[in-house]
């Protein structure tokens, strides 16, 4: 007789790009996975992964497994919650995917103030640099930062977040002087891959002009921002980047905000929630704890001056 943690267990495989990947999420190692699954198999009787080169790939048993599972888990989890709603208690296990520079800075301690007040419940929070294409069924919160695309979950705002094109005073000083967004095509830009979008079109607008787009070619790129903010700062080129990771570099003049009266396309940040599962008790407690850490804008409060953002409308 299959149990809730089987199904739990064989969705995390079914989410997953290979057994490693599996043992990974579930913080177990490799052959403990491939044993419990050798063991689900031998249990129902069928087999329900088929490995080949290009990874894990389910079965039709595994695919009725795991589509039945996740009806199962979900019917539950609506029992326990609808059952918890009866009491004051937040409960239950609360799973949230994040960015990682984001979720280490904002997210994680949002999550240790929300284990504070709610010690009945538990929390899995799992950094990725793509949060929003993991599965919507496996997170309950996805905090997002970019574009978003086509999504069939539930958004809603957290705080207010813009692009600024910017980079260090010694790069500025020994290059020609950036006076419209055309010009940047003639700078050494660096570019960061991330959330599938198309990096190197650089979109501008102000109230006074029409809109400008511009194809960058750029010089360096990765998808880790912390290295790229490190190139800027090392004076190796322009880079775009979201202002909440740039703040304290502008306020302190490291970094220098370069067209100042153009504005990029606004990223806000935003939470991304299953529009099947709808607004738990917990999601509910640990977005406004998200809303209270970030209220008043901290990218945006600067007590020693410096940084602020433009008031391009």
Known sequence: ??????????????????????SRRLNVSAPAVTQRLKALEQRVGVRLIDRSSRGLMLTDEGELLAAQGSAIVDAIEQLDERLGQRSTSVRGKLRIAA?????????????????????????????SDHPASLSSDSWDV????????????????????????????????????????????????????????????????????SPETIRIKPFMST???????????????????????????????????ILPDWRAPDVDVVALLSARHGRSRRITA???????????????????????????P
Not at 111 to 125: D, G, I, N, Y
Not at 286 to 312: E, N, Q
Request: with cysteine; aromatic share 8%.
């Open 99 to 127: 960015p990682y520079g984001f979720g280490r800075e904002f997210v994680a301690p949002a999550v240790s103030e929300f284990v504070r007040l709610h010690p009945e419940a538990t929390v899995a929070l799992e950094l």
């Open 1 to 22: 007789m299959l149990s809730s943690e089987d199904f739990l267990f064989f969705g995390v495989i079914a989410g997953s790009a290979s057994l490693a990947d599996a």
């Open 142 to 209: 996805v905090i997002h930062i970019g574009s978003l695309h086509g999504t069939t979950r539930l958004v809603t705002t957290l705080a207010p977040n813009r692009r600024i094109v910017c980079a260090s005073p010694a790069y500025l000083r020994d290059h020609p002087v950036i006076k419209a967004p055309v010009d940047l095509q003639q700078c050494r830009c660096l570019a960061l891959r991330e959330n599938d979008e198309d990096v190197t079109l650089w979109r501008f607008s102000r109230p006074d002009s």
């Open 286 to 312: 640990f977005l406004d704890i998200m809303r209270r850490h970030l209220h008043p804008v901290p990218w945006r409060v600067r007590p020693s001056g410096g940084y602020s953002a433009p008031p391009v």
């Open 223 to 257: 998808n880790d921002g912390a290295i790229m903010r490190g190139w800027a700062l090392a004076g190796l080129g322009v880079i775009m980047r979201s202002e909440w990771d740039l703040a304290d570099d502008l306020a302190t003049g490291k970094l220098v905000q």
